[in-house]
């Protein structure tokens, strides 16, 4: 994935937290919660991310039937929600497309840009932007909880904001799980949590009701997210810079087949197989190797929001 050298980048919602400690990291029923009973205020389980520590856990969206659609669905979060936390400078010197040529940081911040400028143009005025995606080191306090580094990447819809440790990269995807080493991994992995925003957003998540199996719920919503991660990329060459430059230059082959690698990589049956020797169709939360490929090439083929509807099919 190239970026055009003369964009320009916006900076204004990535951030960094540094290190973070004494954030009180609680695992309630195997996802990132509060337990607080309202909604919005349980935390998305990425998919890619979601493993935890040496037991390699798959986190799960926590969505008891009712508890999204209490007030009026997932959509009637308030995404102004102030963030949490505070800010370092390490996104300080990304300022244009060349930069993120030359910076894995930068990168991340284009990235956003991009995924920005595509969802705000295939939403029009449903869109409401994200309200940060935020790095961290050790801990972070969110609004979902504490947070820890060996939780991967998640999105928190109580606060609007994905959060991601980087070095999950390497540490859980790569060495645990054997997944690919790329460039377009973490973009993959941050549209997929940009999805989710998209779904709190719509208001899908007030749609599920059943958490576990192949069929559930659940599961549907993360291969949606897994669609919605094949639209942007898609269509990513066509996203702007606030001025009107193109943020993307060339996206290829390859770089789809380290997507396609780590979704696959990522799939509950591959996951389980690798970290109890068998595999447990009924404790399934997001979805086979095969299931989560198949949808992000969908969304990758067919680029429409109709398309990743997978509550229409019986089978994700």
Same mark, same amino acid.
């Given at each position: 994935?190239?970026?055009? @050298? ?17 954030? +009180? ?12 009973? =309202? @909604? ?15 037991? &390699? ?7 008891? @039937?009712?508890?999204?659609? =209490? ?8 995404? %102004? ?11 300080? %010197? ?25 969802? %705000?143009?295939?939403? +029009? ?6 309200? *940060?995606?935020?790095?961290? %080191? ?14 991967? @990447? ?18 859980? $995807? ?10 377009? &991994? ?8 940009? +999805?989710?925003?998209? !779904?709190?957003? $719509?208001?899908?998540? +007030?749609?599920?009701?059943? !958490? !576990? ?49 780590? *979704?696959?990589? &990522?799939?509950d049956d591959r996951i389980q197989a690798a970290t109890q020797g068998q595999v447990t169709e009924e404790t399934w939360t997001h979805g086979s190797a095969?299931?989560? &490929? ?5 969304? $990758?083929?067919?680029?429409? $929001? ?11």
């Amino acid at each position: 994935m190239r970026f055009n @050298p003369r964009a320009r980048l916006d900076r204004g919602r990535v951030r960094d937290t540094g290190r973070g400690a004494g954030t +009180g990291l609680r695992l309630g029923r195997g996802g990132v919660g509060t337990g607080r009973r =309202g @909604p919005g205020g349980l935390a998305v389980g990425g998919g890619v991310g979601g493993l935890v520590m040496a037991v &390699v856990v798959v986190l799960v969206v926590v969505l008891s @039937p009712g508890l999204l659609d =209490g007030g009026g669905g997932a959509g009637s979060t308030d995404l %102004s929600t102030s963030r949490v936390g505070g800010d370092t400078d390490r996104y300080a %010197s990304c300022e244009t497309g060349e930069d993120a040529n030359a910076s894995a940081d930068c990168r991340r911040v284009a990235v956003e840009n991009s995924l920005h400028d595509f969802w %705000s143009g295939e939403l +029009g005025d449903r869109y409401r932007p994200l309200a *940060a995606m935020t790095t961290f %080191s050790g801990q972070v306090a969110t609004g979902c909880g504490g947070a820890g580094s060996d939780v991967g @990447p998640f999105y928190c819809p109580a606060d609007a904001t994905i959060y991601l440790d980087t070095t999950f990269f390497d540490d859980v $995807l790569e060495r645990r799980l054997g997944g690919p080493d790329g460039g377009f &991994v973490e973009p993959y992995v941050l549209a997929h949590e940009y +999805g989710h925003h998209v !779904q709190n957003v $719509l208001g899908t998540m +007030g749609r599920v009701r059943t !958490q !576990q199996g192949p069929r559930s719920d659940a599961v549907r919503l993360e291969l949606q997210a897994d669609c919605y991660a094949g639209l942007w990329a898609r269509a990513a060459t066509t996203t702007d810079d606030a001025t009107g430059q193109a943020l993307v230059e060339d996206l290829t082959e390859q770089d789809v087949s380290e997507a396609i690698a780590a *979704a696959s990589a &990522v799939g509950d049956d591959r996951i389980q197989a690798a970290t109890q020797g068998q595999v447990t169709e009924e404790t399934w939360t997001h979805g086979s190797a095969e299931s989560r &490929v198949r949808w992000f090439r969908t969304g $990758l083929r067919e680029g429409t $929001l109709e398309a990743c509807d997978t509550w229409q099919v019986a089978t994700p």
